[in-house]
């Protein structure tokens, strides 16, 4: 594809439901970050997956959350018995090859609001 | 670690005037700097980068920021928006090498007036 799509485009969730959300990265890229930005906020670093390889998790708020890219493509990123504090927009981004200086490249998000 | 301040929350301007949009980062090392534009609805997309080399740098459309590191500064300027322009706009400071993450500003919504 031409870029990072992501899904849902928007999801509501009552307050203790599962929900998964979808990152589909632009076709051989490496690298693919999970951040988490809430209202009037700038992205916060989630999770980072190099590959199939998640080499750093250090963003996950808790436990309920966990992110996978099982093949190296497409990553899913899942919250647990979710709480009104994780509404937010959940925003994945690729990089072509991994460090370096090449440009991260977003997807729409996904909006979540857990009623 | 980093940290990225953008003072300003809101900068509202008329169409044709000149805009600044502050940033300041503090970092214990060399850094990458960045500006991204979001538009509503929409996700991050890159505006321009300062790697190393010429401390200003430009975007194409219209857009430059000039990094100022006695100052600890990447502030980004255009001497006349559109309305086009108006969107959120974020800073974000990332260290070279293997520091992947960057990390961003609370961004700034600029609002073009006609």
């Known amino acids: 594809g031409a870029g990072v799509s992501q899904s849902p485009r928007y999801k509501v969730a009552k307050r203790g439901q599962d929900v998964a959300l979808r990152c589909d990265p632009i076709s051989g890229h490496v690298s693919l970050f999970w951040y988490q930005q809430a209202l009037g906020q700038g992205p916060e670093f989630l999770t980072y997956f190099q590959n199939e390889a998640q080499l750093d998790k250090s963003g996950l708020p808790s436990d309920r959350f966990f992110a996978e890219r099982p093949e190296g493509s497409v990553s899913t990123l899942k919250i647990q018995r979710t709480q009104q504090e994780d509404s937010a927009v959940y925003l994945c981004a690729s990089i072509q090859r991994p460090g370096g200086t090449d440009t991260q490249y977003f997807g729409p998000g996904t909006r979540l609001t857990v009623l | 670690a980093q940290s990225v301040t953008q003072l300003d929350s809101q900068v509202p301007v008329f169409e044709e005037a000149p805009v600044e949009l502050r940033c300041n980062y503090s970092?214990?090392?060399?850094?990458?700097l960045f500006w991204y534009v979001q538009y509503p609805n929409q996700g991050l997309q890159l505006l321009l980068k300062y790697l190393s080399g010429s401390t200003l740098v430009e975007s194409i459309n219209g857009f430059e920021a000039e990094f100022n590191k006695s100052q600890t500064s990447f502030h980004l300027r255009k001497p006349s928006v559109h309305i086009s322009d108006t969107a959120e706009y974020f800073c974000a400071v990332r260290g070279p090498g293997g520091s992947y993450i960057p990390t961003f500003g609370r961004g700034t919504s600029l609002i073009v007036h006609p």
């Open positions: 970092s214990s090392v060399s850094v990458y």
